[in-house]
């Protein structure tokens, strides 16, 4: 069973950078793609960005330039590169496995069933 842990988060801000880590169990060479949601206080959960196994990435519009979403394979992990944050980028970030169809991303497990995320919180 897959198993997926976030990491890398902290206090940083508004304009600063953060990498966020996320630690696969067993080989992330067989999961079809793999993905960043994070989640606001109040708000609902919301996809950031993901990657194929083929290495295919797709990023929402509100990230697209800041963020970049990558994994390598021989480290079973995959990464989040966040630049320019802003306030608004405060929130827990978690990752998923799952299967990726043209620009949509289909998480193997209900939100439920995730990690624990990791906090980011960006001040001014």
């Known amino acids: 069973q897959v198993r997926l842990v976030e990491s890398g988060g902290g206090l940083v801000q508004a304009g600063g950078s953060l990498r966020l880590s996320c630690s696969v169990s067993?080989?992330?060479?067989?999961?079809?793609?793999l993905a960043w949601y994070r989640q606001a206080p109040g708000e609902q959960r919301e996809l950031i960005a993901f990657v194929t196994s083929a290495g295919i990435t797709s990023y929402k519009g509100f990230v697209k330039g800041r963020f970049t979403i990558s994994r390598d394979n021989a480290k079973n992990t995959m990464y989040l590169q966040m630049n320019s944050l802003k306030l608004e980028d405060t929130a827990v970030y978690y990752c998923?496995?799952?299967?990726?169809?043209?620009?949509?991303?289909?998480?193997?497990?209900?939100?439920?069933?995730w990690g624990q995320g990791t906090q980011v919180t960006v001040s001014s």
């Open positions: 067993g080989s992330i060479a067989s999961i079809d793609a």
């Open positions: 998923s496995h799952g299967r990726a169809i043209g620009d949509y991303y289909y998480p193997a497990r209900p939100m439920k069933d």
